[in-house]
């Protein structure tokens, strides 16, 4: 959240909350917010509060001149003054955006809108924003639908001459964004737009954690992964894998524009036979790959990514949104290191296997497909680029990413399946009267159910 983004005028900054906050912000915060000077009577009592949390500053890009600035942060007792300690809302996320100045005669040119919503987006997991007004007729309340915070205390400000009463109000973060990117005209928006593609992208970055964390790698980095594990997880890959053509296919039919229709079809040409890789591996470790590819059902996993796509695409018929599918999947693939692809090999090894790396096929190959600077990903992410160019279609292809992740996080949780019969015996499976009569005297239960 360092970087700086920008358009033809103005200049958005991120700056983590510091003493050495410079004399311009309080400056500007004197020259338009009200009554600044009553409620931090001292310099250093100001430098103290502004510590924590971020500021978002916004620049003319000619003269370099401070436009605008607000404090935000995540919402403590302290701060908001909740009615009830056990607040719900407090105790949910919550961010405080407090102490926003803008000069007045840049308020009508969209710079509100941009400032709520890059303060917004630093915090993307918090739910609620709360901020003190006031003006109720303000038009933040305009661009956030915010309401009343009838749980919440007001701030009283002692003038010189009238106390002043500042009003809480609270929104919703998602739908503030939302509102606020409808508000901003196109130039504000070629700002907007990048901080969206910035999002999307931090987004893929948390899946990639989470996806390294995944018991898999730990598994094969321990040699723990069993070979049936392993055979499972090819297996449920197949599932969704053998339909990627046809559902790009889908794709480039539904897409009205060239550019889009024409990734797709390029995509299309780079996954033909693509499951011929997986069937290989499969069966060079000695599985039945025509009950795979003419009668295994399809697993949940898979059938949800099938689904998925063929929801979006045909039924909702906004093909942009499949890209959450390649994205996600092609920037997981291309995150696999080669110190990844080795345990693979050495854990295939370890189970006897003559020639581990023909057994692991998929994987390797789809790590140089997919990663580096002239891999499928980078064509993903410059179709993102193009596509995703509204807040409520970030939030969409956010939601898809989610669910192909999890899918996928099901598919890559080894399940546990004996290896050898013999294990059976230590295990809860024997609980289950069933089965219990199958493993003790396979024989006569089956003779019995056919009725022999
Ligand atoms: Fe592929
Ligand atoms: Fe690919």
Redesign the pocket.
């Known amino acids: 959240m360092s970087q700086a983004y920008i358009n033809e005028e103005w200049k958005v900054e991120y700056v983590k909350g510091s003493l050495s906050l410079s004399e311009e912000i309080f400056s500007l915060r004197e020259e338009t917010f009200v009554n600044e000077k009553c409620i931090m009577n001292s310099r250093n009592v100001r430098a103290e509060s502004d510590q924590t949390g971020w500021h978002v500053l916004i620049r003319n890009i000619s003269d370099n001149i401070l436009l605008a600035a607000v404090h935000v942060l995540p919402a403590t007792l302290a701060d908001v003054e909740a009615n009830q300690s056990n607040n719900s809302i407090l105790n949910s996320s919550t961010i405080y955006a407090k102490r926003a100045a803008i000069k007045k005669q840049y308020r009508a040119k969209g710079l509100l809108q941009l400032l709520i919503y890059s303060l917004i987006r630093i915090y993307p997991e918090h739910e609620y924003l709360i901020f003190h007004l006031q003006d109720l007729n303000s038009p933040i309340r305009k661009f956030t639908k915010a309401i009343p915070a009838t749980e919440f205390k007001s701030k009283i400000i002692e003038d010189i001459d009238n106390p002043i009463e500042l009003t809480p109000f609270i929104t919703r973060t998602e739908s503030a964004m939302v509102n606020c990117f409808d508000k901003m005209d196109e130039n504000t928006r070629v700002i907007a737009r990048k901080m969206i593609f910035d999002d999307i992208n931090a987004k893929l970055e948390g899946y990639i954690d989470d996806f390294h964390c995944h018991n898999f790698w730990t598994k094969l980095k321990n040699h723990t992964l069993t070979k049936n594990e392993y055979l499972s997880i090819l297996m449920d890959m197949h599932q969704y894998v053998r339909m990627t053509t046809r559902t790009l296919a889908l794709a480039a039919a539904y897409s009205e524009s060239r550019d889009l229709r024409n990734f797709y079809i390029h ?1 299309l040409k ?2 033909v036979d693509h499951e011929k890789i997986l069937e290989a591996d499969i069966s060079y470790l000695g599985e039945d790959v025509d009950y795979l590819i003419h009668s295994r059902p399809m697993c949940k996993a898979a059938r949800t990514i099938t689904s998925l796509g063929e929801s979006v695409i045909s039924y909702r018929q906004q093909p942009e949104m499949y890209l959450a599918v ?1 994205f996600l ?2 920037g997981l ?1 291309g995150s696999i290191e080669e110190s990844h692809l080795s345990s693979i090999v050495s854990c295939i090894k370890s189970w006897g296997v003559k020639s581990p790396r023909k057994a692991a096929n998929m994987l390797i190959s ?1 790590a140089g ?2 990663g580096g600077h002239d ?3 980078l064509l993903d992410q410059k179709m993102i680029q193009v596509e995703i160019n509204t807040e409520r279609k970030k939030r969409e292809l956010l939601a898809n990413m989610d669910i192909v992740f999890l899918s996928l996080s099901e598919i890559f949780d080894p399940k546990s399946i004996f290896n050898d019969i013999s294990q059976v015996e230590d295990a809860n499976i024997l609980s289950n009267p069933l089965l219990e009569n199958v493993y003790q005297t396979p024989e006569v239960t089956l003779f019995q159910n056919q009725g022999v």
């Open positions: 995509h780079e996954e390649p999947l092609e693939a789809h497909f997919d891999g499928h990903h």
